[in-house]
């Protein structure tokens, strides 16, 4: 009996481990991205360039994108732009968690269709980011910030296939139960009928 562990890196992806230099570099210029002083009129188009890496590499790499540095990141920006403690860290703590636990159902899809089970979970972000506000009387709330929830799902494709190619995977790469080991099956159909794979 497998015993499936979707928040585990499973099957292929156990052959190409995401470099720790490439996962906190993206993540350092996401963040860099988000911080730089955009124009008034424009920042509420823009994406949350800081959310949309995090949540690949929380997909593709849990092991070195999990829920303390999605809280860690969330902190960070707080400080950085000097609004309600906590309310970054929060939203994208539960943004993180619930890619994480959409992950299986979310390799199945390539990168198109990862955007759009993902954008409810930036919309999301959003809008509790702005009830948040609401609830502790914050005099910046502005409701236009909504469409940045549909602008980082936008954001996310070429995103993702630029970190996909940079990383060598491809969207053929689904995550396999625990106990799938390709030396063993290839050992397998090798032995059914003394023929080997061709």
Known sequence: ??????????????????????????LILAYLATQL?????????????????????????????G????????LLTDIAQGGLMGQHALTYTLSAFAALS???????????GRALQLAPIFFGQQLLFLLLGLAFHRPDVDWRFLAAGVATALFWIPAAHLLDWL??????????????????????????????PR
Do not use: C
Request: charged letters at 15%; hydrophobic letters at 40%.
């Open 1 to 26: 009996m497998s015993i499936d562990k979707p928040l585990v890196p499973q099957g292929p992806l156990l052959l190409t481990p995401a470099s720790t230099r490439l996962v906190a570099g993206s």
């Open 37 to 65: 002083p955009w124009p008034d009129g424009v920042s509420w188009l823009l994406p949350d360039f800081t959310l949309a890496v995090l949540l690949y590499w929380s997909i593709h790499a849990p092991h070195r994108a």
């Open 67 to 74: 829920l303390g540095l999605a809280m860690t990141l969330g």
């Open 102 to 112: 959409l992950r299986r159902r979310l390799e199945n899809f390539q990168v198109g």
């Open 167 to 196: 990383t060598g995977w491809t969207s053929k790469m689904h995550i396999e139960p625990a106990d799938s080991d390709p030396s063993v099956r290839t050992r397998g159909r090798a032995g059914h009928g003394g023929r080997g």
